[in-house]
């Protein structure tokens, strides 16, 4: 078996230091060594989008990257995005519209729709569903996050600068 190595990273900020395997995904490093356990997992394949998290800005799906490739990045989590307020107004807007269901593909979802939300501020709705097409969500139906989104994009707009 291989011997632990040194890693560090920002997480949400935070300076981290750690000794993990290498073999080690970024997935479980944050669930189980720094109990984040908001990024969630579920096909551990690349396939359903529950573990996206933000690599320097970027999303990734964490349960593809191994713990030691994100050594020296800036992670973000959903607590990180969600503490500070970034998504405060796309998460009311999923609970006031029933984007959500069991919650398991909320996180990772919310992850993506804020990256679309930043690159694009007003996509239409095909462009929303073509962005949210990586995250599976077996509950919804996805109507009402794409309406979710939508709304988002709209109150952002309309919102003084
Ligand atoms: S758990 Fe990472 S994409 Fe499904
Ligand atoms: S709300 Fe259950 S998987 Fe999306």
Do not use: W
């Given at each position: 078996?291989s011997a632990?190595?040194?890693?560090?990273?920002l997480?949400?900020?935070?300076?981290?230091?750690?000794?993990?395997?290498?073999?080690i995904n970024?997935a479980d490093?944050l669930?189980?060594?720094?109990?984040?356990t908001?990024?969630?997992?579920?096909?551990e394949?690349?396939?359903?989008?529950?573990?996206?998290?933000?690599?320097?800005?970027?999303v990734?799906?964490?349960?593809?990257?191994?713990?030691?490739?994100a050594?020296?990045?800036?992670?973000?989590?959903?607590?990180?995005i969600?503490?500070s307020?970034?998504i405060?107004?796309?998460?009311a807007?999923?609970?006031e519209?029933?984007?959500?269901?069991?919650?398991?593909?909320?996180?990772?979802?919310l992850?993506?729709?804020?990256?679309l939300?930043?690159?694009?501020?007003?996509?239409?709705?095909?462009?929303?569903?073509?962005?949210?097409?990586?995250?599976?969500?077996?509950c919804?139906?996805?109507?009402?996050?794409?309406?979710?989104?939508?709304a988002?994009?709209?109150?952002r707009?309309?919102?003084?600068?």
């Amino acid at each position: 078996m291989s011997a632990p190595v040194s890693v560090s990273l920002l997480v949400n900020g935070e300076p981290i230091d750690a000794f993990v395997l290498p073999r080690i995904n970024l997935a479980d490093f944050l669930r189980e060594n720094l109990k984040l356990t908001g990024t969630h997992v579920g096909c551990e394949h690349g396939v359903c989008g529950a573990c996206t998290v933000r690599i320097d800005g970027e999303v990734v799906r964490s349960c593809l990257m191994l713990t030691v490739q994100a050594h020296g990045a800036s992670v973000e989590t959903i607590e990180g995005i969600s503490d500070s307020g970034e998504i405060a107004d796309l998460q009311a807007a999923f609970r006031e519209r029933n984007a959500l269901q069991c919650g398991y593909c909320t996180p990772g979802m919310l992850m993506t729709a804020q990256d679309l939300l930043k690159h694009s501020p007003a996509p239409d709705r095909q462009a929303i569903r073509e962005h949210l097409s990586g995250n599976y969500c077996r509950c919804t139906g996805y109507q009402a996050i794409v309406d979710a989104v939508e709304a988002t994009a709209r109150m952002r707009a309309e919102r003084p600068a």
